[in-house]
């Protein structure tokens, strides 16, 4: 009987495609030899997961890549080998080789991960986003083709436009491939002269007019539940912002409520709620109350947990993507407001931001520190609505001159100004809770004045719809047999 063979197998931190081994020892990056000839270079992801690249005679039987272990989602490779922060910037490759490349034309002074592949950036990223935000400076170096240039254009609004830089490369499609080809040099270069990501914002020729006017067509995201003021806005639209305004007390909120409840019930979009004032657990009892018609929100609605959760689930149509509620906030920290709107708007696809309420951020500071603070504030609130194309709903206290509380110009950057008023004190409870509105900007149409009203009904919880086609005087008579109850504000 013949001998048989013996293979043997050995393991190293190989340096190749222009990559020193010392790169591919600090990344942890490892081939396999087989009596001598690489075989397989195995790139770890810090979950465990394994991509796995075949080389020479073994791409011949076998596919050239393979995976072993979880590697459904497994987010940025190499995020393990730098700590948030600890580099000036980051870059986020295409591949392994890519982010590895980098670090050798960087030094590392840069810290480099990779993504699984360009068509799963947005979710990659989106799942270490926190780590990534943590770096001044973040750094896009996708592959210079059709489906790297459509990932760049998706990870870089995720973060700060002032803070995201592109790496332009000209001589190949990939960082790796400059290596391959000796030109070190180049591709320091090309890291070095990365500038500011600028998406595509001048329009000219008829294809970029006609899309400009599909965009505009189909901007409008959702209808307010209150038909005149629908009538007279023509709906709530992308890159807008929109005022809710009141003295404390009169019922602010309550016209959120009804709102969030009317564009869950009649679309699809996903909405986050920031409601800073407001504890997470009466945000979710509002929404099941209004989908349920019971005042969910008061101690003795008789509903049980189970109850509240199915009425949420019912609301929200059992998507449990379909409402993001943030559950903590420093109003210190003006931009981890900003930071946590592009994460709901960016990454995770909503279209309607519902913030209660922008004065709650100055709160505590002098009146010029607050005048300041709120001007920056809705000022980047209007950029940012702008950028993303997403409709921001607020809420403003109002001052003795009926301006927003703190800042003109929070009025100012406003598209549309809602106003309310309610006789908090009357003597007849149907007045007490009616709540007027008062359109005092429109600027699609310009149709300002009265614009209905709202009666909450104690029964259900709900603040209705109570508008007629004329402004007319209503006739409170024919209510004057329901049961009184207070409205919850």
């Known amino acids: 009987m013949a001998d048989i063979k013996q293979v043997k197998e050995e393991f190293d931190f190989w340096g190749h495609r222009g990559i020193t081994r010392n790169t591919m020892e600090f990344l942890d990056v490892v081939t396999k030899f087989r009596d001598g000839e690489a075989v397989e270079t195995a790139f770890t992801w810090p979950d465990g997961g394994q991509r796995i690249r075949r080389m020479g005679k073994e791409i011949l039987k076998k596919d050239r890549f393979t995976s072993v272990g979880q590697m459904s989602n497994p987010g940025l490779l190499f995020r393990d080998k730098f700590d948030p922060g600890s580099k000036e910037g980051i870059v986020i490759c295409s591949s392994g080789y890519d982010a590895a490349s980098i670090l050798e034309v960087t030094n590392r002074k840069l810290a480099a991960v990779a993504v699984t592949s360009e068509t799963s950036a947005k979710r990659d990223v989106v799942k270490d986003w926190d780590y990534v935000n943590s770096f001044k400076k973040i750094y896009i170096c996708m592959d210079n083709d059709d489906t790297g240039h459509k990932a760049t254009a998706e990870l870089a609004p995720l973060f700060d436009y002032q803070r995201v830089y592109h790496i332009d490369l000209t001589l190949h499609k990939d960082a790796n491939e400059y290596l391959e080809a000796g030109q070190f040099a180049e591709l320091k270069a090309a890291v070095e002269a990365a500038g500011r990501f600028a998406p595509d914002n001048l329009i000219s020729g008829f294809d970029d007019i006609r899309a400009a006017l599909r965009q505009d067509k189909e901007a409008q995201i959702a209808t307010y539940p209150f038909k005149q003021i629908q009538a007279a806005t023509y709906g709530i639209h992308e890159g807008e912002i929109i005022v809710v ?234 209510f004057e047999n329901q049961n009184v109850g207070e409205m919850d504000v």
């Open 245 to 478: 305004k009141a003295p404390e007390g009169v019922g602010k909120t309550e016209v959120f409520r009804a709102t969030e409840h009317h564009v869950l019930a009649t679309t699809d979009v996903n909405i986050g709620i920031i409601h800073l004032e407001e504890d997470n657990a009466t945000t979710i009892k509002a929404i099941a109350g209004y989908e349920l018609g019971v005042p969910a929100t008061l101690p003795d609605c008789g509903l049980s947990e189970d109850d509240i959760l199915d009425g949420y689930r019912r609301a929200v149509k059992d998507d449990a993507g379909r409402v993001h509620i943030y559950i903590s906030f420093d109003r210190e920290d003006e931009n981890l407001l900003f930071n946590t709107i592009r994460f709901l708007v960016a990454a995770v696809g909503c279209k309607i931001i519902f913030f209660d309420h922008i004065t709650w951020m100055a709160v505590g500071g002098d009146t010029e520190d607050e005048r300041r603070k709120l001007d920056r504030i809705s000022q980047g609130l209007k950029l940012l609505a702008k950028e993303l194309r997403f409709a921001l709903i607020m809420i403003s206290h109002m001052n003795a001159t009926g301006g927003s509380r703190g800042s003109k110009n929070i009025d100012f950057t406003a598209n549309t100004i809602i106003t309310l008023t309610r006789d908090n004190k009357s003597p007849s409870d149907l007045v007490r809770r009616t709540t007027n509105f008062m359109l005092d900007k429109v600027r699609l149409g310009g149709r300002t004045g009265p614009a209905g009203r709202g009666l909450f009904d104690p029964q259900t919880g709900r603040l209705e719809d109570f508008s007629t086609d004329e402004q007319l005087t209503i006739d409170y008579s024919k």
